[in-house]
Protein backbone atom coordinates (compact mmCIF):
# COMPACT_ATOMS: atom_id res chain seq x y z
CA UNK A 1 0.00 0.00 0.00
CA UNK A 2 1.09 3.45 -0.60
CA UNK A 3 2.25 5.26 2.05
CA UNK A 4 1.35 8.93 1.99
CA UNK A 5 3.83 11.24 4.27
CA UNK A 6 2.34 14.57 6.20
CA UNK A 7 0.79 16.73 3.99
CA UNK A 8 2.71 19.64 4.27
CA UNK A 9 4.93 16.89 2.20
CA UNK A 10 3.24 14.75 -0.54
CA UNK A 11 3.25 16.45 -4.15
CA UNK A 12 0.00 16.26 -5.94
CA UNK A 13 1.12 13.53 -7.89
CA UNK A 14 1.95 11.55 -5.03
CA UNK A 15 -1.88 11.35 -4.12
CA UNK A 16 -2.67 11.27 -7.80
CA UNK A 17 -1.66 8.12 -8.32
CA UNK A 18 -2.77 6.67 -4.78
CA UNK A 19 -6.31 7.81 -5.77
CA UNK A 20 -5.97 6.21 -8.80
CA UNK A 21 -4.72 2.97 -7.39
CA UNK A 22 -7.58 3.05 -5.11
CA UNK A 23 -10.14 3.56 -8.01
CA UNK A 24 -8.49 0.18 -9.99
CA UNK A 25 -8.81 -1.94 -6.70
CA UNK A 26 -4.59 -1.88 -6.14
CA UNK A 27 -5.16 -0.52 -2.60
CA UNK A 28 -8.28 -1.35 -0.27
CA UNK A 29 -11.30 -3.13 -0.69
CA UNK A 30 -14.85 -2.33 0.59
CA UNK A 31 -14.36 -4.83 3.49
CA UNK A 32 -11.48 -2.76 4.61
CA UNK A 33 -13.55 0.60 4.28
CA UNK A 34 -16.66 -0.93 6.02
CA UNK A 35 -14.16 -2.17 8.78
CA UNK A 36 -12.92 1.41 9.40
CA UNK A 37 -16.28 2.57 9.40
CA UNK A 38 -17.49 -0.05 12.03
CA UNK A 39 -14.25 0.86 14.21
CA UNK A 40 -15.54 4.13 13.94
CA UNK A 41 -19.08 3.46 15.28
CA UNK A 42 -17.70 1.54 17.85
CA UNK A 43 -15.53 4.08 19.52
CA UNK A 44 -18.01 6.82 18.86
CA UNK A 45 -20.71 4.44 20.66
CA UNK A 46 -18.51 4.09 23.49
CA UNK A 47 -17.81 7.91 23.58
CA UNK A 48 -21.35 8.15 24.03
CA UNK A 49 -22.00 6.15 27.06
CA UNK A 50 -18.96 7.33 28.71
CA UNK A 51 -19.71 10.94 28.77
CA UNK A 52 -23.48 10.52 28.87
CA UNK A 53 -23.99 12.24 25.55
CA UNK A 54 -27.61 13.71 24.76
CA UNK A 55 -26.91 15.84 21.83
CA UNK A 56 -24.14 15.42 19.01
CA UNK A 57 -23.60 17.95 16.18
CA UNK A 58 -21.11 16.76 13.19
CA UNK A 59 -18.49 19.89 11.50
CA UNK A 60 -18.26 19.37 7.86
CA UNK A 61 -16.31 21.39 4.87
CA UNK A 62 -17.60 19.26 1.81
CA UNK A 63 -13.50 18.19 1.42
CA UNK A 64 -12.49 14.81 1.72
CA UNK A 65 -11.80 14.30 5.30
CA UNK A 66 -15.14 15.09 6.19
CA UNK A 67 -17.16 13.18 3.54
CA UNK A 68 -15.95 10.24 5.23
CA UNK A 69 -17.89 11.25 8.39
CA UNK A 70 -21.16 10.34 6.42
CA UNK A 71 -21.43 7.02 6.78
CA UNK A 72 -21.31 7.34 10.89
CA UNK A 73 -23.14 10.60 10.68
CA UNK A 74 -25.72 8.56 8.78
CA UNK A 75 -25.52 5.53 11.52
CA UNK A 76 -26.50 7.78 14.47
CA UNK A 77 -28.77 9.63 12.46
CA UNK A 78 -27.24 12.75 13.38
CA UNK A 79 -29.13 15.84 11.94
CA UNK A 80 -27.56 18.49 13.06
CA UNK A 81 -24.10 19.93 11.29
CA UNK A 82 -22.58 23.28 10.39
CA UNK A 83 -20.28 24.24 7.85
CA UNK A 84 -18.60 27.61 7.27
CA UNK A 85 -17.58 29.50 4.38
CA UNK A 86 -15.93 33.07 3.08
CA UNK A 87 -18.85 32.91 0.36
CA UNK A 88 -17.63 36.02 -1.69
CA UNK A 89 -14.13 34.65 -1.83
CA UNK A 90 -14.83 30.62 -2.55
CA UNK A 91 -14.78 29.00 -6.07
CA UNK A 92 -18.34 29.07 -7.74
CA UNK A 93 -18.05 25.27 -8.23
CA UNK A 94 -16.61 24.33 -4.93
CA UNK A 95 -19.69 26.37 -2.69
CA UNK A 96 -22.04 24.78 -5.74
CA UNK A 97 -20.68 21.14 -4.15
CA UNK A 98 -21.43 21.70 -1.30
CA UNK A 99 -24.79 23.18 -1.51
CA UNK A 100 -25.50 20.13 -4.00
CA UNK A 101 -23.85 17.15 -1.46
CA UNK A 102 -24.63 18.56 2.14
CA UNK A 103 -25.77 16.34 4.39
CA UNK A 104 -28.85 16.10 6.36
CA UNK A 105 -29.56 19.08 8.75
CA UNK A 106 -26.74 20.95 7.47
CA UNK A 107 -26.47 24.16 8.02
CA UNK A 108 -24.23 26.77 5.93
CA UNK A 109 -22.72 29.80 7.22
CA UNK A 110 -21.25 32.22 4.93
CA UNK A 111 -19.77 35.49 5.83
CA UNK A 112 -20.58 38.21 3.62
CA UNK A 113 -18.44 40.76 4.88
CA UNK A 114 -15.53 39.44 3.03
CA UNK A 115 -15.03 39.92 -0.25
CA UNK A 116 -12.58 41.02 -3.33
CA UNK A 117 -13.32 44.89 -1.85
CA UNK A 118 -12.26 43.69 1.61
CA UNK A 119 -9.00 41.83 0.20
CA UNK A 120 -7.91 44.56 -1.63
CA UNK A 121 -7.66 46.03 1.97
CA UNK A 122 -6.01 43.26 3.45
CA UNK A 123 -3.69 42.12 0.81
CA UNK A 124 -1.26 40.29 3.27
CA UNK A 125 -3.91 37.47 3.25
CA UNK A 126 -3.91 36.90 -0.53
CA UNK A 127 -1.96 33.51 -1.04
CA UNK A 128 -0.45 33.70 2.44
CA UNK A 129 2.98 32.32 2.46
CA UNK A 130 3.01 31.16 6.17
CA UNK A 131 1.39 28.89 8.03
CA UNK A 132 -0.21 31.54 10.23
CA UNK A 133 -1.38 34.02 7.83
CA UNK A 134 -2.74 30.67 6.02
CA UNK A 135 -4.56 29.84 9.26
CA UNK A 136 -6.61 33.28 8.92
CA UNK A 137 -8.73 31.69 6.41
CA UNK A 138 -9.89 28.86 8.72
CA UNK A 139 -10.44 31.02 11.35
CA UNK A 140 -13.01 32.95 9.13
CA UNK A 141 -14.95 30.20 7.59
CA UNK A 142 -14.85 27.20 9.72
CA UNK A 143 -13.74 28.19 12.94
CA UNK A 144 -16.10 31.24 12.84
CA UNK A 145 -19.17 29.00 11.96
CA UNK A 146 -18.20 26.58 14.58
CA UNK A 147 -18.37 29.27 17.06
CA UNK A 148 -21.87 30.75 15.93
CA UNK A 149 -23.28 27.29 15.49
CA UNK A 150 -22.47 26.50 19.15
CA UNK A 151 -23.33 29.83 20.80
CA UNK A 152 -26.80 28.96 19.47
CA UNK A 153 -27.52 25.20 19.75
CA UNK A 154 -24.67 23.95 22.52
CA UNK A 155 -23.97 20.59 21.72
CA UNK A 156 -22.96 18.08 23.78
CA UNK A 157 -20.70 16.17 20.90
CA UNK A 158 -19.21 17.56 18.14
CA UNK A 159 -18.17 15.06 15.51
CA UNK A 160 -15.31 16.62 13.15
CA UNK A 161 -12.63 15.18 10.43
CA UNK A 162 -9.74 16.38 12.38
CA UNK A 163 -6.31 13.87 11.72
CA UNK A 164 -3.12 13.37 12.92
CA UNK A 165 -1.88 12.54 9.40
CA UNK A 166 -2.71 16.46 8.37
CA UNK A 167 -1.26 17.79 10.97
CA UNK A 168 -4.26 18.85 13.39
CA UNK A 169 -4.02 19.64 16.74
CA UNK A 170 -5.37 16.68 18.81
CA UNK A 171 -5.50 16.92 22.50
CA UNK A 172 -3.79 14.17 24.90
CA UNK A 173 -6.23 11.32 26.48
CA UNK A 174 -8.89 9.50 26.23
CA UNK A 175 -10.37 9.52 22.43
CA UNK A 176 -8.27 13.22 22.09
CA UNK A 177 -11.46 15.07 23.21
CA UNK A 178 -11.56 18.65 23.21
CA UNK A 179 -13.58 20.63 25.60
CA UNK A 180 -14.51 24.15 23.91
CA UNK A 181 -17.23 26.26 24.25
CA UNK A 182 -19.19 23.78 26.56
CA UNK A 183 -18.83 21.47 23.55
CA UNK A 184 -16.86 18.24 22.96
CA UNK A 185 -14.60 17.90 20.11
CA UNK A 186 -14.04 14.32 18.84
CA UNK A 187 -12.81 12.67 15.95
CA UNK A 188 -13.81 9.12 15.21
CA UNK A 189 -10.88 9.12 11.76
CA UNK A 190 -8.06 10.58 13.73
CA UNK A 191 -5.84 7.39 13.29
CA UNK A 192 -6.61 7.56 9.89
CA UNK A 193 -3.86 7.55 7.36
CA UNK A 194 -4.29 9.89 4.01
CA UNK A 195 -4.77 5.86 2.31
CA UNK A 196 -7.92 5.03 4.98
CA UNK A 197 -9.54 8.50 3.78
CA UNK A 198 -9.82 7.55 0.25
CA UNK A 199 -10.59 4.08 0.18
CA UNK A 200 -13.57 5.06 2.44
CA UNK A 201 -14.58 7.90 -0.36
CA UNK A 202 -14.16 5.80 -2.80
CA UNK A 203 -16.09 2.35 -1.61
CA UNK A 204 -19.07 4.23 -0.31
CA UNK A 205 -19.15 6.39 -3.40
CA UNK A 206 -18.76 9.46 -1.91
CA UNK A 207 -18.01 11.90 -4.77
CA UNK A 208 -14.98 13.86 -4.07
CA UNK A 209 -15.47 17.80 -4.79
CA UNK A 210 -14.25 19.12 -7.88
CA UNK A 211 -11.12 21.15 -6.33
CA UNK A 212 -9.14 17.48 -5.82
CA UNK A 213 -9.54 17.42 -9.78
CA UNK A 214 -7.58 20.71 -10.19
CA UNK A 215 -4.17 21.85 -10.49
CA UNK A 216 -2.79 21.37 -6.91
CA UNK A 217 -6.02 20.61 -5.77
CA UNK A 218 -5.03 17.29 -3.41
CA UNK A 219 -2.26 20.27 -1.78
CA UNK A 220 -4.02 22.69 -1.31
CA UNK A 221 -7.77 21.20 -0.82
CA UNK A 222 -11.41 22.76 -0.03
CA UNK A 223 -11.61 26.54 1.43
CA UNK A 224 -11.51 30.26 -0.28
CA UNK A 225 -9.65 30.64 -3.39
CA UNK A 226 -7.69 33.33 -1.80
CA UNK A 227 -6.26 31.25 0.73
CA UNK A 228 -4.65 28.96 -1.54
CA UNK A 229 -0.85 28.84 -1.70
CA UNK A 230 2.26 25.95 -1.95
CA UNK A 231 5.65 27.16 -0.69
CA UNK A 232 7.38 27.27 -3.95
CA UNK A 233 4.84 29.44 -5.54
CA UNK A 234 5.12 32.88 -6.03
CA UNK A 235 2.19 35.43 -6.15
CA UNK A 236 2.42 34.66 -10.27
CA UNK A 237 2.49 31.40 -9.82
CA UNK A 238 -1.06 31.64 -7.24
CA UNK A 239 -2.75 33.91 -9.49
CA UNK A 240 -2.09 31.50 -12.44
CA UNK A 241 -3.24 28.62 -10.25
CA UNK A 242 -6.48 30.29 -9.91
CA UNK A 243 -6.69 31.49 -13.57
CA UNK A 244 -6.78 27.95 -14.40
CA UNK A 245 -9.88 26.77 -12.49
CA UNK A 246 -12.16 30.10 -12.46
CA UNK A 247 -10.45 32.47 -14.82
CA UNK A 248 -13.34 34.94 -13.96
CA UNK A 249 -12.10 35.19 -10.35
CA UNK A 250 -8.53 36.75 -11.38
CA UNK A 251 -10.35 39.10 -13.93
CA UNK A 252 -12.55 40.46 -11.36
CA UNK A 253 -9.55 41.21 -8.55
CA UNK A 254 -7.83 43.20 -11.19
CA UNK A 255 -11.19 44.98 -11.93
CA UNK A 256 -11.63 46.05 -8.09
CA UNK A 257 -7.94 46.75 -8.45
CA UNK A 258 -5.61 44.26 -6.88
CA UNK A 259 -2.23 44.75 -8.68
CA UNK A 260 -1.23 41.36 -8.68
CA UNK A 261 -4.24 40.25 -10.85
CA UNK A 262 -3.35 43.46 -13.20
CA UNK A 263 0.23 41.85 -13.60
CA UNK A 264 -0.85 38.75 -13.65
CA UNK A 265 -3.46 39.30 -16.35
CA UNK A 266 -1.22 41.65 -18.15
CA UNK A 267 1.47 38.69 -18.97
CA UNK A 268 -0.33 36.75 -21.13
Not at 175 to 197: F, L
Amino acid sequence: MNNLKQKSVYTNSDVQEVWNNVVTGKIGSKAYAENLINQAIEETTEVIKKYNVKSIAYSWSGGKDSRILEPIINHFQIDQGVCGVVKNLEFRAIYSFIEQHKPEGLEIYGRLDMDLNWLKDNQKYLFPDDSQLGYFWTLQGTRHAQHKFIDIYSPHLMINGRRYKDNNFLPKGDYAIQDTYGTKWYSPVRHWTHEDVMIVNYHYGLELAPTYSWPEGWTCGTGPWAGRHRNYWTTNDAWNNTFQIEKDVVIESAKVGIQSAIDFLDKI
